[in-house]
């Protein structure tokens, strides 16, 4: 089994700064993507950060500039370091990775989700 667990979530002032981790576990042989995606209230997931295997990064327009997103392979982690957080930025924040298992076989998991809260 694999698993996603997100810590760091909380309540921010605009314009302050908050870190997200991500640790994924199990039987994991390889990952490749590890990313990160929001859904605001009354809003669709959307990506916010994407991290491939080959070091490359994505992100959401709406966080250019202001999100960072790093990785520790020898422990599996993804971060997302959050600056200048607006208060549009208020949505839970989800973990995700593509990885191979002990099946070999690429899947995607989730996360259960980190509650970032940006308050004016």
């Known amino acids: 089994q694999v698993q996603l667990v997100e810590s760091g979530g909380g309540l921010v002032q605009a314009g302050g700064s908050l870190r997200l981790s991500c640790v994924a576990s199990?039987?994991?042989?390889?990952?490749?993507?590890m990313g990160w995606y929001r859904q605001g209230p009354g809003k669709q997931r959307e990506l916010v950060a994407l991290?491939?295997?080959?070091?490359?990064?994505n992100y959401a327009d709406s966080v250019k500039g202001r999100f960072t997103i790093s990785r520790d392979n020898a422990k599996n982690t993804v971060y997302l370091r959050m600056s200048s957080v607006k208060l549009e930025d208020t949505a839970v924040y989800y973990c995700?990775?593509?990885?191979?298992?002990?099946?070999?076989?690429?899947?995607?998991?989730w996360g259960q989700g980190t509650q970032v809260t940006v308050s004016s």
């Open positions: 995700n990775a593509d990885l191979y298992g002990s099946s070999w076989q690429l899947k995607t998991y």
């Open positions: 199990g039987s994991i042989l390889s990952i490749n993507a």
């Open positions: 991290s491939n295997s080959g070091g490359g990064t």
